[in-house]
């Protein structure tokens, strides 16, 4: 079995494959502090309350936007499951043509999430993945990474609103019933709501503005925690799909072991 980690700079996200079937997945907080063993014991808990023994995981992979854990998150793969994990290189180990300026800058997952995107549709694509920030990847029709754009998330744009202004407490995020609200918490709603839906179908149009001069109508995949709230509503996004960077994991896992295994040609005398 394959454990699989994407790790956020709030949340993360595990599953557990066997071949290309997602058996279970959960969402925990990103803790930067704890340790190797505190990290160690909560996988194994995870793993046992679903019936899982930790001995068949033979192998992990990582993807992280927060290299502090890195380490940790290593250590835990050696020490307590025997696995020497990959951790995720975008330059390294996704095999997707990068086309921008500063190929070293991109996050990891961005990339992973491209791969899974491409996959599945075999044509150009976006995918608008919904965390602590918002990103919008783009994909060409031959399956290179050609940019994108990053937002505030929605999470931390509400939280930026309910800190800085004294009387607005913390609303539920949620789509309101009505664009006019008629207290506090449905004006609040609906600004947040529709004024974020806007952000995300403002940045849409403009990238399908410029694709449309090279390329053929791309398809629009959301994933991220928030992706079932916002995607709905949005005039371009068609799909969605929680799941999409653990299924990136795993197809980059699958494709570096296949290059490990492949046999080398024979010296030229």
């Known amino acids: 079995m394959l454990l699989t980690l994407d790790v956020g700079n709030t949340n993360t ?28 014991v909560l996988f194994l808990n995870l793993l046992a309350m679903r019936g899982l023994d930790a001995r068949a995981i033979d192998g992990i992979v990582i993807s992280s936007v927060v290299p502090p854990l890195d380490a940790t998150l290593r250590t835990v793969a050696e020490q307590y499951f025997g696995c020497k994990p990959l951790l995720v290189d975008p330059l390294a180990h996704c095999g997707m043509p990068l086309r921008i300026d500063t190929p070293s800058e991109v996050g990891a997952d961005r990339i992973v999430n491209c791969v899974a995107a491409y996959a599945r549709f075999r044509r150009a694509c976006i995918v608008v993945d919904f965390g602590t920030a918002t990103t919008f990847d783009v994909v060409s029709e031959a399956g290179e990474f050609l940019g994108g754009a990053i937002a505030p998330g929605f999470g931390i744009s509400a939280e930026a609103l309910f800190a800085r202004a004294a009387r607005l407490g913390r609303v539920e995020l949620k789509r309101p019933s009505r664009a006019i609200g008629t207290n506090t918490m449905t004006n609040l709603q609906s600004g947040m709501f ?62 570096q072991g296949a290059a490990r295994e492949a046999p080398m040609a024979a010296p030229d005398h």
Request: glycine content about 12%; overall charge negative.
């Open 194 to 255: 529709f004024g974020y839906l806007g952000l995300v179908d403002g940045v849409l149009s403009r990238i399908l503005a410029e694709l449309a001069e090279t390329h053929a109508e791309p398809a629009i995949l959301a994933t991220g925690g928030l992706a079932g709230l916002i995607a709905p509503e949005s005039r371009f996004i068609t799909e969605v799909d929680e799941m999409l960077t653990l299924k990136g994991l795993r197809l980059v896992f699958e494709r």
């Open 13 to 40: 996200v595990l599953g557990v494959f066997s071949g290309p079937e997602l058996l279970t997945h959960w969402r925990v907080t990103t803790q930067r502090a704890q340790t190797v063993d505190e990290y160690g």
